[in-house]
């Protein structure tokens, strides 16, 4: 069984990944317009979409979601997180959507949906993202979902063929780690079978209405958040 359970936003159903998802994800692994600033470089044949799918699906430290229009379950899109690597403490987020879906809200959508499932079930207080400069769409999705310019990097696709001069964004929540909860199961009855939304902040108060809230932690300034992360700052958030 997935650890990853079924979330649903408005217009999306973001479920976990099975083998029989390839051949939509190849509709967007194997095109260069979504790839291009991606950590993984343009898939080639199936096979190569079936492989990252079992290693996504695999990985114990990685929580991984196929984005589904809740209209007629096609899968349009993938997102994931996983604990930073280069960034202690930090919940590194990404993900790709279908080109024909682009420029709708949907990503948008789709991450703060995750970022909630970090927040209140997972106990995440600290999440990060990085994108290529050249690919500002990607920034501006991760401001609509709160975060912010932290400080300039670069990345490498995982084959090594490609390194991208990046921004990374970051966002932090003054909650308690410890805060959590399982999350609410799916319906059996078929006249729910488009699911629920969730109203994650009402979730959340129910969680916490005993709960003294703790102080807000004081607004770490860019420079700052940057020399934590060990990277450059960049006045300029790449945004404009």
């Known amino acids: 069984m997935s650890k990853e359970p079924t979330l649903y936003t408005q217009r999306l159903i973001l479920r976990p990944l099975t083998p029989a998802d390839a051949p939509a994800m190849f509709s967007w692994t194997g095109d260069e317009r979504v790839t291009r600033y991606t950590s993984y470089s343009t898939h080639r044949d199936l096979g190569q979409t079936e492989a990252w799918i079992r290693a996504a699906v695999e990985d114990p430290d990685k929580w991984t979601w196929g984005f589904a229009l809740r209209e007629d379950r096609r899968l349009i899109g993938v997102g994931s997180m996983k604990p930073a690597a280069d960034a202690p403490g930090f919940w ?6 279908h080109h024909d879906f682009w420029n709708r809200g949907y990503c948008t959508e789709a991450v703060r949906a995750l970022l909630d499932y970090a927040r209140f079930f997972l106990g995440v207080r600290k999440v990060c993202a990085v994108f290529a400069v050249d ?11 709160g975060m912010r310019f932290a400080g300039s990097t670069k990345f490498t696709k995982s084959d090594g063929s490609q390194t ?5 964004y970051v966002l932090e929540w003054p909650l308690k780690p410890d805060l959590v909860r399982a999350p ?4 059996d009855d078929p006249a729910d079978r488009d699911g629920p939304t969730y109203d994650w902040e009402a979730q959340y108060r129910e969680l916490t209405k005993d709960l003294k809230e703790p102080e807000p932690d004081p607004p770490i300034p860019f420079a700052e958040a ?8 960049d006045d300029d958030d790449g945004d404009r």
């Open 92 to 97: 590194e987020i990404g993900y790709a959507l």
């Open 135 to 145: 690919n500002p769409s990607s920034g501006r999705v991760l401001k609509k979902c």
């Open 164 to 168: 991208f001069h990046a921004r990374r």
């Open 184 to 187: 609410l199961q799916d319906s």
């Open 226 to 233: 940057a020399r934590l992360l060990g990277h450059q700052t």
